[in-house]
């Protein structure tokens, strides 16, 4: 067997092993794979969108905008084929399973792309056996599929800048638009691509302009009859989701504590768009008032404080397989360090050929901090993150052999 092969084999093996320990999660703990939260809205949207054809989230009767409609889709999509009982839910979980053994295939592909092969296969290892990233195939949330479309944009974002052609451009649409009616957030992707494009890759702006229109064109192409369906639902343009008022509100309590004392009782609206417009205005309300009280502190809370809540915490809420909660939190800390010190010396190189996912992880940290910041909405950047802690690893190794030959 040559090096390449092996080099592959490798890999592959990676993945099936990480695959198996999945599906091994799935029989063992079956239905008991949910938090209890967000979880259960999305299995009741779903399951009303097959009986009824509506789609809601949170009211049964009441058409929901409070998220987007891909992952809403997907699960109605396995439940009419295998069903909306037991079958049904361990089917979407094994999907999910193969989806994030698809997902650690292209973070091996992004890493290989920006640095080399061994630094692919060192992060397709590290995604492969972080324990979220096993545990969350098992519950019906937006991530393990979100993650997977953020690193096929990705990876298709840096293949097509090197040969750019106009139904490149025209698919980079499809998947924007795609991740978007799954997770909003991604929603200013393209900002970040065309900096890349005009940084790294040296496009001029007139050939950015045409292919910007292109990818523009498609995606409202895509997303334009989930606008249309709001706008008859409730006369407005809405263009992605109305959702944001609660988390924005959340987010205004520092350390999100709410007590009597500082908690604001609002009136809610005739249905969940209406008590989302209150909300927005109640938390900017509360953020006039924070800054002006207590500026720096406020600040802080904005900036510093939740940084910490979105990179050091670890989205592994309940316990599977007897493993400690602390034992997944010092490896997650392990990549979320070495993967930013990585970032630290890559400064020091030349960080051009590197920003695009550097960007689109600055800009998820930002965004959540504007809102509410903790570990599962940080959950799709470990893949990402994992690439920079996995050439930082290599680099030390290769400094310390080199220490040891002379």
Not at 1 to 10: D, E, G, I, R, S
Not at 341 to 360: A, N, T
């Amino acid at each position: 067997m040559t090096q390449k092969n092996k080099h592959y084999f490798t890999l592959m093996l990676i993945i099936f092993i990480s695959l198996i320990i999945k599906i091994v999660l799935i029989i063992k703990y079956q239905n008991s794979l949910t938090l209890s939260s967000d979880d259960l809205n999305y299995v009741k949207s779903a399951t009303v969108l097959v009986k009824r054809g509506i789609y809601i989230f949170h009211n049964l009767n009441e058409p929901t905008v409070f998220v987007t409609p891909v992952y809403p889709f997907f699960l109605a999509l396995v439940f009419k084929f295998f069903g909306m009982g037991f079958t049904g839910f361990q089917a979407v979980r094994i999907i999910q399973a193969i989806m994030s053994s698809v997902t650690i295939l292209l973070i091996y592909l992004i890493a290989e792309r920006l640095f080399n092969k061994n630094v692919g296969l060192l992060t397709a290892f590290l995604v492969a056996f972080y324990i979220p990233n096993i545990i969350t195939v098992g519950y019906m949330l937006t991530e393990t599929l979100f993650t997977m479309l953020l690193c096929l944009l990705i990876y298709f974002s840096l293949l097509f800048s090197k040969k750019p052609r106009k139904a490149h451009f025209g698919l980079l649409g499809v998947l924007w638009a795609v991740a978007t009616l799954c997770r909003p957030t991604i929603a200013l992707y393209p900002v970040f691509l065309f900096i890349y494009l005009f940084w790294y890759e040296r496009f001029k702006i007139i050939d950015m302009i045409k292919l910007g229109a292109i990818m523009f064109v498609v995606f409202v192409a895509v997303v334009s009859p989930w606008w249309i369906r709001n706008y008859r639902e409730y006369g407005e343009f809405i263009p992605l989701a109305a959702s944001s008022g609660n988390p924005m509100l959340q987010g205004t309590y520092v350390d999100y504590e709410q007590t009597p004392e500082n908690i604001v009782y609002y009136k809610l609206g005739r249905n969940a768009f209406e008590t989302n417009k209150t909300e927005v205005e109640v938390a900017k309300m509360r953020i006039k008032e924070g800054f002006g009280n207590n500026f720096w502190g406020y600040l802080k809370w904005y900036t510093i404080d939740k940084t910490n809540l979105f990179w050091r915490t670890v989205f592994y809420w309940k316990r599977f397989f007897n493993i400690p909660h602390s034992i997944v939190l010092y490896s997650h800390l392990f990549i979320v360090y070495a993967g930013f010190m990585g970032i630290i010396v890559l400064l020091f190189k030349g960080i051009g050929k590197y920003s695009l996912p550097i960007m689109i992880m600055l800009y998820f940290n930002a965004t959540h901090c504007v809102y509410m910041a903790f570990d599962r909405y940080a959950f799709p950047m470990i893949p990402l993150l994992s690439i920079f802690a996995s050439f930082l690893i290599l680099k030390v190794l290769s400094l310390v052999r080199q220490k040891i030959r002379f």
